[in-house]
C-alpha cells in the first residue's frame, strides 16, 4: 500500500513515466515558463505605459492650451516618458505638423491632413508593439490541452501495452499507467488556463490603450484646426 501511494505521487508517476510522457511534460514546463516570461515583461511595459501616459497628458494638455507648439514638442520627447503611447502618438502628429509649418507650401496643401495620416501611422506601430507577445500567449492557450491529451492517449498506449505484455488484466493492471497518462492532461489545461486568462486581460488594456491613443488623437487635431484658424486670422488682420 505503501508503494501504491510512491507510484501514485508525482515522483513516483514520473519515475514511471515512458519517454514520450516526459517529453510532453517537459514541452508544457517550458510553455509555462515562456507564458509567465511574457506576462511579466507585457505587465510590466503596461504599468509603466499607464503611468507614464498620466504624466504626459497632465503637462501636455496647458501648453497646448497656450499653443505652445515647441514647448509640447520637446515634452513628448522626453526620456521620461520613453514608454508612453501617448508620447509616441503626440509626438508623431506635433512633429509632422511643426515640419510643414516650417516648409514653403502651396497654400491648398492641408497640413491638418498631414498631420493626421502621421498620427494614425504611428497609432497603428504602437499598437503593434503593444501586442508583442500575445500572440505566443494565444497559442499556448490553446495548444497545451492538445500536447497535454497527446501525452495522456501515449501513456494509457503504454499502460495497455504492459498489461498485454504482463498478461494481467482488470482495471487494477493499468489504473497506475492512466493515472500517469492523466497527469499529462491536468497539466496541459494547468498551462492553458492561465495562459487564457492573460491573454484576455492584456488584450483589453491593448483596447484601453487604444482608446485612449484615439481620443488624444482627436484632441491633437482639433488644436492642429484651431491653430490653423489662428493663422488665417492673423494673415487676414495684416492684410
Known amino acids: 500500500m505503501e508503494g501504491m501511494n510512491t507510484n501514485f505521487s508525482l515522483l513516483g508517476m514520473w519515475a514511471t513515466m515512458n519517454w514520450v510522457a516526459r517529453g510532453v511534460v517537459i514541452v508544457l514546463a517550458i510553455m509555462s515558463i515562456w507564458s509567465l516570461t511574457i506576462a511579466i515583461e507585457r505587465l510590466w ?3 509603466n505605459a499607464k503611468k507614464q501616459s498620466l504624466t504626459l497628458a497632465k503637462e501636455v494638455t496647458p501648453l497646448l492650451q ?10 513628448t520627447r522626453d526620456k521620461r516618458f520613453r514608454h508612453s503611447h501617448l508620447a509616441r502618438v503626440l509626438n508623431a502628429g506635433l512633429t509632422e505638423f511643426q515640419y510643414e509649418k516650417s516648409q514653403q507650401l502651396p497654400e491648398d496643401f492641408d497640413i491638418v491632413e498631414s498631420g493626421k495620416r502621421a498620427i494614425e501611422r504611428e497609432t497603428l506601430m504602437t499598437t503593434a508593439e503593444f501586442k508583442k ?5 494565444a497559442t499556448i492557450s490553446t495548444t497545451a ?8 492517449v501515449a501513456g494509457i498506449i503504454h499502460a495497455f501495452q504492459g498489461m498485454a505484455l504482463t ?8 489504473s497506475a499507467g492512466i493515472a500517469e497518462a492523466l497527469v499529462t492532461t491536468a497539466f496541459g489545461l494547468f498551462v492553458a488556463i492561465p495562459a487564457v ?12 490603450f487604444q482608446v485612449e491613443m484615439s481620443n488624444s488623437s482627436s484632441q491633437l487635431i482639433d488644436f492642429f484646426i484651431k491653430n490653423e484658424a489662428r493663422a ?8
Open 45 to 47: 511595459r503596461f504599468q
Open 66 to 75: 497656450r499653443h505652445d507648439l515647441d514647448g509640447a514638442v520637446n515634452r
Open 133 to 137: 507577445g500575445l500572440g505566443n500567449l
Open 145 to 152: 490541452p492538445f500536447v497535454g491529451l497527446f501525452g495522456t
Open 167 to 174: 498478461g494481467s488484466g482488470g482495471l487494477g493492471a493499468v
Open 197 to 208: 486568462w492573460l491573454y484576455n486581460y492584456f488584450l483589453n488594456k491593448v483596447d484601453r
Open 232 to 239: 488665417r486670422a492673423a494673415g487676414a488682420a495684416r492684410a
